[in-house]
T-cell receptor, first 114, second 110 residues
Framework: ETGVTQSPTHLIKTRGQQVTLRCSSQ?????VSWYQQALGQGPQFIFQ???????GRGNFPPRFSGLQFPNYSSELNVNALELDDSALYLC?????????????FGEGSWLTVV | EDQVTQSPEALRLQEGESSSLNCSYT??????LFWYRQDPGKGPEFLFT???AGEEKEKERLKATLTKKESFLHITAPKPEDSATYLC???????????FGGGTRLMVKP
């Protein structure tokens, strides 16, 4: 049990629609990152939030956006969904600049775009 | 750009047959190298973080080692419940984002 919870676990959307995924980080963890994992591949970094500010972004278009709230929970928003957006979306939490560095993942949200 | 390559892509072992998984990396700087286990349909489960060449960490039947160019995950006398995908990832200095390899799918037959 990592203490990182994500919702919803599964959802189906139509191409062109918008989706919001949610993540509650482990207690005390102030940094949240989002990853996209296509079937059979390793996770790819989307972006990271620290103290409610975006603090690093991978190679994803602007229609992928996010928020972090004062309690460190986070949302991932994807606009204008495309079929290739179908994937497992993972949230990870950690402590920034921690010497005992551990990054924990949630169970993910499965998104299917039809 | 950081790159991580894992080999083999898939590995079939008999129960009790020890082996090693490889993670080769190219980075401009390394804060940590992570190993995760991922079961089908689940999120990655944290196993180890290694920070410097020569470091080793163990957990049950797993031992992870690190050199300046690669890491190995040694599995001693595996059991069917060790079947999973094992992911390796590198973390740059000053950041918490991870660059993952494609994973090694391990199948252990009884």
């Amino acid at each position: 049990e990592t203490g990182v919870t994500q919702s919803p676990t599964h959802l189906i959307k139509t191409r062109g629609q918008q989706v919001t995924l949610r993540c509650s980080s482990q207690s005390g963890h102030n940094t949240v990152s989002w990853y996209q994992q296509a079937l059979g591949q390793g996770p790819q970094f989307i972006f990271q939030y620290y103290r409610e500010e975006e603090n690093g972004r991978g190679n994803f278009p602007p229609r992928f956006s996010g928020l972090q709230f004062p309690n460190y929970s986070s949302e991932l928003n994807v606009n204008a969904l495309e079929l290739d957006d179908s994937a497992l979306y993972l949230c990870a939490s950690s402590l920034a600049r921690s010497s005992g560095n551990t990054i924990y993942f949630g169970e993910g949200s499965w998104l299917t775009v039809v | 750009e950081d790159q991580v390559t894992q080999s083999p892509e898939a590995l079939r072992l008999q129960e009790g047959e020890s082996s090693s998984l490889n993670c080769s990396y190219t980075v401009s700087g390394l804060r940590g190298l992570f190993w995760y286990r991922q079961d089908p349909g689940k999120g990655p489960e944290f196993l180890f973080t290694l920070y410097s060449a020569g470091e080793e960490k163990e957990k049950e039947r797993l031992k992870a080692t690190l050199t300046k160019k690669e890491s190995f995950l040694h599995i001693t006398a595996p059991k069917p419940e060790d079947s999973a995908t094992y992911l390796c990832a590198v973390q740059p200095p000053g950041g918490n984002m991870l660059t993952f390899g494609g994973g090694t799918r391990l199948m252990v037959k009884p």
